[in-house]
């Protein structure tokens, strides 16, 4: 068997706290025990206080190439600056392959929700190198636009990690691909009481008195509707406090007040431990976040035994009793919902979450590569 080589190329990789650092950091580290994989080599953004090359193990380095932030909203000169700077950076991959002799790419599909050069690239790879290289689209949300669906035969395989992205390609695309569902890996180690106790202090906040929403402040995650309930509840008389963690990408002015009484906790982005320790010593995790697929920090929560709301719409999901689902927009009846699950003690009790094993996730990947 020929060994691989591969080039994973993603916009962020730990110490950067969020879900696709650590599913990406997850593949990397496990991949590294296999005998079929011969050597990872990891693109992403800079970070600060990171060095710009870490050697992760014997076969795995991390290449820190891409400005930080790159990919997000173009509302300053600045960002667009960037944004270019990244597109040219990439016309590296032509320098990384020659140099690392890659026989795989593996791509994250979020350098494509933007216009940019990536798409060229692939296709100029696959004209020089044919099938020497097989390169890969990771698919992990929904918000890629309509003409990237368009060109998705150019890639060797598409990799997506949900039933909901799978069918949403398929009815987008009207080419032949090959397209597999990996989900997505995940690997917790369980806080003990003490490191829970130690989180919530340094935050400032009451264990169990609060309802924790992880997501960060985001239209696109449904941040606002898990305000909603909070308020809701509020005004039925209970006192909780919302703890949010995560980028804060769409503040509104109604929530200044909140904030300055101090039942508001904005905490910014944290350590990936640290997310964890806040979802064990909350009332419950709101998941509500009507684009899931599905949501990192639901299954964390399952794995923890955390009371949790879970998001909509993910096939994944579908054994689950409904009473555990934020299946409307309604935050009236979510709040129902919540209150149902505090008073009855409720948790998702159908959930295979072993799926998730990395173990169990990268035999797939490995598959996919050797095909």
């Given at each position: ?264 906790h904005y905490i910014g982005s944290i ?62 009846h979510l709040a129902d919902k ?34």
């Amino acid at each position: 068997m020929i060994k691989t080589n591969l080039l994973v190329v993603t916009p962020i990789y730990p110490p950067a706290s969020g879900g696709g650092a650590q599913y990406t950091k997850c593949i990397v580290e496990e991949l590294a025990h296999y005998d079929s994989i011969s050597n990872i080599n990891v693109l992403t953004e800079g970070y600060p206080d990171s060095n710009f090359h870490d050697i992760l193990n014997s076969k795995s380095h991390v290449w820190r190439l891409f400005p930080y932030r790159a990919g997000k909203s173009k509302i300053t000169f600045s960002s667009y600056v960037k944004y270019l700077i990244l597109q040219i950076k990439l016309f590296t991959l032509f320098h990384w392959v020659k140099r690392e002799r890659i026989n795989v790419i593996l791509l994250h599909s979020s350098f494509l929700i933007h216009a940019g050069s990536l798409s060229f690239i692939v296709w100029c790879i696959k004209k020089i190198y044919k099938n020497d290289i097989k390169v890969i689209l990771d698919i992990r949300d929904i918000f890629l636009p309509l003409s990237v669906y368009k060109r998705l035969y150019i890639y060797d395989s598409i990799i997506c990690c949900s039933k909901r992205i799978e069918d949403l390609i398929i009815s987008k695309t009207l080419e032949d691909i090959d397209i597999h569902v990996c989900p997505m890996p995940i690997k917790i180690s369980k806080p003990n009481v003490n490191e829970v106790d130690k989180t919530c202090s340094l935050y400032g906040i009451n264990k169990n008195k609060y309802l924790f929403f992880p997501n960060g402040i985001s239209s696109r995650k449904d941040f606002h509707i898990a305000y909603e309930i909070w308020v809701e509840l509020l005004e039925r008389g209970h006192e909780f406090d919302l703890v949010v963690c995560g980028r804060n990408r769409s503040w509104k002015k109604k929530y200044d007040k909140k904030y300055a009484n101090g039942s508001l906790h904005y905490i910014g982005s944290i350590s990936n431990k640290e997310v964890l320790c806040l979802q064990k010593g909350s009332a419950i995790v709101l998941n509500t976040c009507r684009s899931e697929s599905p949501s990192r920090t639901s299954v964390e929560s399952m794995i923890l035994e955390a009371k949790v709301l879970l998001p909509p719409y993910v096939p994944e999901f579908s054994d689950i009793d409904d009473k555990l689902v934020a299946s409307s927009k309604d935050c009236k009846h979510l709040a129902d919902k919540v209150e149902n699950i505090l008073l009855n003690n409720l948790f998702p009790d159908k959930y295979n979450y072993h799926v998730h094993d990395p173990g169990i996730v990268c035999k797939g990947y490995e598959k996919i590569f050797n095909l």
